[in-house]
């Protein structure tokens, strides 16, 4: 099993609302990912998780805030959004740097939220 | 900080071969990718290499790795028209930060 699972694949709210975007994976992967891709451009790293930590955080407003309950689940909480923050989010996992291997980094099929 | 530079944008013939290149500044890379993006869809992933190798070959792709040149290039053999897509290069270096590279846009002519 080599996937990262993304829920839901298509989210509208509005900019008062409270939403969560769920990530998971069955891999062992002990680091874990959130990107966000705007359309034709490449995806940018918002955190890093490593061992259930939060181990890099590229300065994303708080409107933003994930959240990593056990090894296998990345969720990110979101709350006051812009409609500029309408975007793909893209979940990724790898191996972490403190494993003998640190191979592939698999990616998710992505969110594509929409703020109205 | 990292940079990973591609071109935007190759243009071939079916039954050709398509080369994607690349370039990255961060010496600490410890693994290079190269993703697939679809219209609308998440990244597949292609391939990946170790920094200390410098070729790879799976199927089709081949993927060459020039490290004193930190340049990093990915051959599609015979490439067919579900080739088109968006590649993105990414590098990971030894703090587990994936960096990736603008996209090629790949467009295959019948």
């Known amino acids: 099993d080599t996937e990262v699972t993304q829920t839901p694949k298509h989210l509208v709210m509005g900019m008062t609302n409270k939403k969560s975007l769920k990530c998971e994976q069955h891999?062992?992967?002990?680091?874990m990912y959130w990107y966000k891709q705007k359309a034709k451009k490449p995806p940018e790293l918002m955190f890093v998780?490593?061992?259930?930590?939060?181990?890099i955080n590229e300065s994303v407003p708080s409107r933003f805030s994930p959240e990593c309950p056990n090894s296998s689940l990345l969720n990110l909480h979101l709350h006051a959004l812009q409609p500029e923050d309408s975007a793909l989010y893209l979940c990724?996992?790898?191996?972490?740097?403190?494993?003998?291997?640190?191979?592939?980094?698999?990616f998710g099929q992505g969110t594509r939220l929409t703020v109205v | 900080g990292e940079d990973v530079e591609q071109s935007l944008f190759l243009s071939v013939r079916e039954g050709d071969s398509s080369v994607i290149n690349c370039t990255y500044t961060?010496?600490?890379?410890?693994?290079l990718y190269w993703y697939k993006q679809e219209p609308g869809a998440g990244l597949q992933l292609l391939t990946y290499?170790?920094?200390?190798?410098d070729m790879k070959q799976d199927q089709r792709l081949t993927v060459l790795l020039n490290k004193k040149d930190k340049h990093l290039s990915l051959r599609i053999a015979d490439t067919q028209t579900g080739d088109s897509a968006i590649y993105f290069c990414?590098?990971?270096?030894?703090?587990?930060?994936?960096?990736f590279g603008g996209g090629t846009r790949l467009m295959v002519k019948p």
């Open positions: 990414a590098e990971k270096n030894a703090g587990n930060m994936l960096t």
């Open positions: 990724a996992s790898s191996q972490d740097k403190r494993s003998i291997s640190s191979t592939e980094a698999f």
């Open positions: 290499i170790f920094s200390n190798m």
């Open positions: 998780y490593s061992y259930e930590k939060l181990s």
């Open positions: 891999m062992g992967h002990r680091a």
């Open positions: 961060d010496s600490s890379s410890t693994y």
